[in-house]
């Protein structure tokens, strides 16, 4: 018997919501950034809530706000920041397997402490836009499937999954203050030492002109960066110093290339903790030395 086709139809996104998986990594030499969900850890615990593939795509939700229906039955779970979430009004649970029935409207209201919530669905989403290999929005050159809106219509892959691998999970708390590791380089020479002195013991805070992009950090004034230079390529995690006394911070949707000296990476575990920052949040670094 064929199994009918389940679709999640969307009823409200919020601020901005986007399907997004592990991205397209390997692509950068063709100018396509790797994209994905910039908070991947929480991606990865909510498909294995429910025996998906790490890689399977969801949905990425800004601030919250989703309201979904689905045609049949369907799992689903929410990671990431913690929100409240119903079933046709009732309270289901956060950071594990639920059930929406058919026709059920699932509700995930405003974060908690967070930016971004995940929601994953048994099967793993299949829309429209697949590029290079994943289901990912790049947000910067517009690959992958269009940001979902109102209306659309989200097909789901085939729920046979494997047994899950957790039972439940907690939310992110993000905390007033996060310490990242950074390692200085490919450019250790635009940094004096009066420069890599004020990284180290400098409280720079979150702006809020940040988004998947790049996270722009306030309060470090560095005085030997604040100059151009050839276009070179730039990896997920680089620390950008612009003329403006910014630093920026690059996350998946970054660009492959750029001007401005990159003074360090900042350290691949820590940048799931920095995609739920909020505007205002105290910055630290913890620098190494660049790596010989």
Excluded: K
Excluded at 17 to 22: I, P
Excluded at 43 to 69: S, T
């Amino acid at each position: 018997m064929t199994r009918p086709l389940t679709n999640l139809e969307i009823l409200r996104t919020g601020p901005l919501c986007l399907v997004e998986d592990l991205g397209r990594p390997g692509l950068a030499g063709q100018g396509v950034t790797a994209s994905g969900a910039v908070d991947r850890a929480s991606l990865v615990q909510g498909n294995r809530l429910l025996g998906n593939a790490a890689c399977a795509a969801g949905l990425e939700v800004l601030l919250g706000g989703l309201e979904m229906r689905p045609d049949t039955a369907v799992f689903v779970a929410v990671t990431g920041a913690w929100c409240p979430i119903t079933i046709d009004g009732t309270t289901a649970a956060f950071g594990s397997p639920v059930l929406v029935p058919a026709g059920a409207v699932l509700r995930l209201g405003a974060t908690h402490r967070g930016l971004r919530s995940y929601l994953t669905v048994r099967g793993g989403l299949t829309p429209q836009g697949a590029f290079g290999g994943s289901w990912s929005t790049d947000t910067s050159s517009g690959i992958g499937p269009a940001p979902v809106q109102q209306g659309d219509r989200l097909p789901v892959g085939d729920p046979r999954a494997l047994p899950p691998t957790v039972a439940t999970l907690l939310p992110v708390t993000p905390t007033d203050e996060v310490t990242v590791g950074l390692t200085l380089g490919p450019r250790p020479e635009s940094l004096g030492r009066s420069d890599r002195d004020a990284l180290s013991r400098t409280r720079g805070t979150v702006s809020s002109d940040s988004n998947r992009v790049g996270i722009r950090l306030n309060g470090f004034q560095l005085s030997g960066t604040g100059h151009s230079r050839p276009s070179e390529a730039i990896p997920l995690g680089a620390v950008q110093a612009p003329p403006s006394g910014e630093l920026i911070v690059f996350l998946a949707d970054h660009p492959t290339t750029g001007g401005y000296p990159v003074i360090g990476v900042v350290d691949a575990a820590d940048l799931d903790r920095l995609a739920q920052c909020v505007p205002g949040t105290g910055i630290r670094f913890r620098v190494r030395a660049p790596r010989q």
